[in-house]
């Protein structure tokens, strides 16, 4: 017999699971973000760092669970494409969204973008002068703050973050209800409540995330 | 009314296929789909041409025979119907109707509009049954089962097998289908012992038969023509959440 990883919704599973693992992060990741606002952005990037067990535990953890998401995810479209050969001269979708038939190329975008943003901020080779590692602030700690404000005061930067967040929320807006029916952890009288929220914590991280570009570059987030 | 068909015509499973125009006169609205194509096919059969090859047979909305996709909809525009059921009252004087087979790569086209589904009697063949020995007739009300399950389990007895599910999905997944049968037994005392062998050789005999994987789209509900629900998907999901232990061979 088939094992767990071979089988259809086994697989499923597996990326439901990494799927709600990575919204766990991106919601922690968010809230982290915002300490730009308050100018707590350094002192909360130096505390993490203070930490290194908890940092390399969570790379570990992250790294392993988006690589089982994309290899599976991958494999079930291409499996799903060869299932159908798609070619009625005439089709009406009555159910499936956007949003649901896309998830492929909304996941490719996020993908792309996380190798960008890593490049970006962890290993700080895009914009090598605004890195955080050659600058620091006058407590003496890398200047994150100083970084992120340089960055998205180019409109080119800002522009692919807020892209790559409408992916991530087409992603999430399908994501997030169909990850629960998969797991089963459903049924008829809380999916509808299940759908609604997922539209509206996608609708919510997204607002999240782009709202460090956008008052950056409108100019009301400056640095010193 | 008058009406242009745009209809799927393939000689057969190795030939390519393409849309032929054909024209439906004096079509009364009281007709059903099928009754309306018997008329073009009279037509054609006494000019000596070939006619429309269809599936039918109960023409009452049970036996899940009829099988086309009319306006890029499994079973046509109106829902919780099944071709032979719908009626020609649904469609205006001039109209112009596409008429296609379904499509997936587990159910090839035999001839023009007819597919071959014995992928979904595989399926079934792979757990989609009850094991008993056969004997004296039970008597009723041995095993009770609560007035819930047994509803739970109708409904997805409901499933007439057509495979309009199939033909809906992005994905040509036949879960709807699969969960169908295994919430209608898994549902039943007499179906819980054989539940966890069920899910897996029935999902697995699924991808065998070269259908795709379930990604909730939820065109499947959409294009039932007997309402069945993807809240069985998701029990279908949950029994195989019990039938396997990741650290064992499933389903033993
Ligand atoms: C890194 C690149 C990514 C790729 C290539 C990718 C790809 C995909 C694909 C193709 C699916 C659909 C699977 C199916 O149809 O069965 C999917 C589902 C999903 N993804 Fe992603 N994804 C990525 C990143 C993410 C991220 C960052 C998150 C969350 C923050 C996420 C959350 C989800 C969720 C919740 C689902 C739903 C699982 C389900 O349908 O049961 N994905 N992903
Ligand atoms: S012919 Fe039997 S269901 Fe339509």
């Known amino acids: 017999m088939q094992s767990f990883i071979n089988s259809s919704v086994g697989r499923k599973m597996l990326v439901a699971v990494t799927g709600q693992f990575m919204i766990l992060f991106i919601f922690v990741h968010v809230l982290g973000n915002s300490t730009v606002f308050f100018g707590g952005l350094n002192a909360y990037a130096a505390k993490l760092h203070s930490l290194p067990l908890l940092v390399w535990i969570t790379r570990i953890i992250m790294s392993t669970v988006i690589t089982v998401h994309v290899f599976f995810s991958i494999q079930l479209t291409l499996e799903n494409w060869k299932s159908n050969p798609g070619s009625y001269a005439v089709s009406k979708y009555q159910r499936s969204t956007f949003a649901s038939r896309n998830m492929i190329w909304t996941g490719a975008l996020i993908g792309t973008f996380l190798l960008f943003h890593l490049l970006h901020f962890t290993f700080q080779v895009i914009n090598p002068s605004f890195a955080a590692s050659a600058n620091m602030d006058a407590l003496g700690r890398p200047d994150v703050t100083f970084m992120v404000i340089s960055s998205f005061q180019h409109f080119i930067s800002s522009i692919i973050y ?3 967040m409408i992916a ?3 992603h999430l807006f399908h994501g997030i209800q169909s990850s629960f029916q998969t797991l089963g952890i459903n049924n008829e009288r809380s999916m509808p409540f299940i759908t609604k929220s997922g539209s509206v914590a996608s609708v919510i991280l997204f607002l999240g ?16 | 009314m008058n009406l242009t068909l745009y209809v799927w015509k393939q000689k057969s499973k190795d030939q390519p296929g393409e849309l032929v125009q054909y024209d439906a006169r004096n079509v009364s609205p009281d007709m059903s789909f099928l009754e309306m194509l018997d008329v073009v096919n009279e037509g054609l059969i006494r000019e000596n041409n070939e006619p429309i090859a269809f599936d039918h047979d109960c023409r009452e909305g049970i036996c899940g025979t009829c099988s086309q996709v009319i306006n890029g909809i499994p079973h046509g525009p109106q829902e919780r119907t099944t071709v032979c059921q719908l009626h020609m009252r649904n469609f205006k004087d001039g109209d112009t109707i596409y008429i296609e087979p379904w499509r997936a790569k587990a159910f090839p086209v035999i001839k023009d509009l007819i597919v071959d589904r014995s992928a979904f009697e595989s399926i079934i063949q792979s757990g989609g049954y009850v094991s008993v020995h056969t004997g004296g007739v039970p008597d009723a009300n041995a095993i009770p089962i609560p007035k819930e399950d047994a509803d739970i389990s109708m409904d997805a007895a409901e499933c007439i097998g057509c495979g309009a599910c199939v033909a809906a999905c992005p994905n040509g997944s036949a879960m709807l289908f699969t969960a169908a049968k295994i919430t209608n037994l898994a549902m039943l005392p007499q179906g819980k012992v054989e539940a966890k062998k069920r899910v897996c050789m029935m999902t697995e005999e699924m991808l065998n038969q070269g259908f795709g994987n379930c990604s909730n789209h939820y065109e499947c509900q959409a294009a039932c023509p007997k309402g069945i629900k993807v809240s069985f998907i998701a029990k279908l999901n949950r029994e195989f959440t019990k ?4 650290f064992s061979e499933p389903g033993e």
């Not at chain 1, 409108?218 to 010193?224: A, D, F, Y």
């Open chain 2, 243 to 246: 039938a396997v232990n990741i």
């Open chain 1, 162 to 164: 807020i892209a790559a």
């Open chain 1, 168 to 170: 991530l929320a087409l």
């Open chain 1, 209 to 224: 995330y782009i709202a460090i570009p956008v008052i950056i570059l409108l100019g009301l987030l400056k640095g010193q």
